[in-house]
């Protein structure tokens, strides 16, 4: 365990971001090195169990190692505590203060010393999860800025979808932006729930972290067969919100292929009982957000629908 940067703070406490740096057994195989990281966001607690992942299984067979991992699981420490997605008291996103300042503020040296921690890795994968409205399928989304250097390891992770040009996620104040900029491969993961650990999802993830790792040389162990991922340039993606405030009922599961006229949900008024709006697809696609917080108001994100794909 290391730590990569501690700032005192008021009364006596400290912020601290640490990393779990888990070596190889033979000092030949020291070349190449993978950092996993999560916790830029404290609601988002998926990156928690695929990190735990990871550590475990490498741990269980440190012989099929061959190069170096770093784990850091919590690079909003206090946020993590607090179950707060910013850094709190500061109200500060830390996504977007990237890549940091060494002589600024606390968290801009924060995010400072993590880039300069994790320059130098063969890969890097950053785990996010959802907020806890909507729910996300496994999914990677890259900046278009560096999508075709991206896609042959995004291809590799076992990931339900890969989405190109998610601008919303991968923009230029991003871990993931500045470490790309940096010569540094950097794959955003997005899945499940803010809130919630998910562990189908992880253990897929986990999967094709492994998967990454084996393909790179960093790992000699068993790998399970992994899945090839829908790719947004194949498609249009159509963002699908309320025009209604009320309860959505979805009518569909989450993931799942819906044809052109299929009813994927309903917005209700529970006082009177009436349906305010029936959501129906304009088109054949594939639902790879859908909201779990059943309470909406006008303009409320409800679903995202991969468009003109072939049904997989």
Not at 33 to 41: A, E, K, W
Not at 82 to 97: E, G, K, W, Y
Not at 150 to 155: G, M
Not at 282 to 288: A, C, N, R, S, T
Request: aromatic share 6%; with cysteine.
């Amino acid at each position: 365990m290391e730590t990569v940067v501690e700032i005192e703070l008021a009364v006596g406490e400290k912020l601290s971001v640490k990393r779990n740096r888990i070596m190889p057994l033979k000092a030949e195989d020291k070349g190449k090195r993978i950092s996993i990281v999560s916790g830029i966001h404290g609601d988002e607690l998926e990156g928690q169990y695929v990190c735990y992942e990871v550590a475990r299984r490498v741990s269980e067979h440190p012989d099929k190692l061959h190069g170096i991992v770093d784990i850091y699981p919590a690079l909003n420490p206090m946020g993590l505590e607090t179950a707060q997605r910013f850094v709190p008291n500061l109200n500060v996103d830390m996504n977007s203060i990237f890549p940091g300042k060494k002589d600024g503020n606390m968290i801009e040296r924060v995010a400072a010393a993590v880039v300069e921690s994790i320059a130098g890795s063969d890969v890097c994968i950053d785990v996010h999860a959802s907020d806890r409205s909507v729910k996300e399928i496994p999914q990677v989304r890259l900046s278009e800025t560096f999508a075709q250097r991206l896609l042959p390891y995004a291809k590799l992770m076992n990931v339900d979808m890969i989405w190109m040009n998610a601008t919303a996620t991968v923009h230029e104040s991003t871990l993931a932006y500045s470490m790309n900029l940096l010569g540094v491969p950097t794959l955003v993961v997005e899945m499940g729930l803010g809130m919630r650990i998910t562990r189908s999802f992880g253990n897929q993830v986990t999967e094709g972290i492994f998967n990454l790792m084996k393909e790179i040389g960093i790992w000699s162990g068993e790998v399970k067969q992994t899945q090839f991922p829908v790719v947004s340039t194949d498609g249009e993606v159509e963002f699908i919100r309320a025009k209604e405030e009320g309860v959505f009922l979805p009518c569909i599961a989450h993931n799942h292929y819906v044809h052109e006229g299929d009813l994927i949900g309903q917005i209700v008024d529970s006082y009177t009982g009436k349906t305010k709006q029936e959501i129906r697809a304009k088109k054949d696609g594939l639902i790879f957000t859908l909201r779990e917080y059943p309470l909406v108001y006008k303009g409320a994100l409800l679903a995202r629908i991969l468009m003109d794909i072939e049904h997989m």
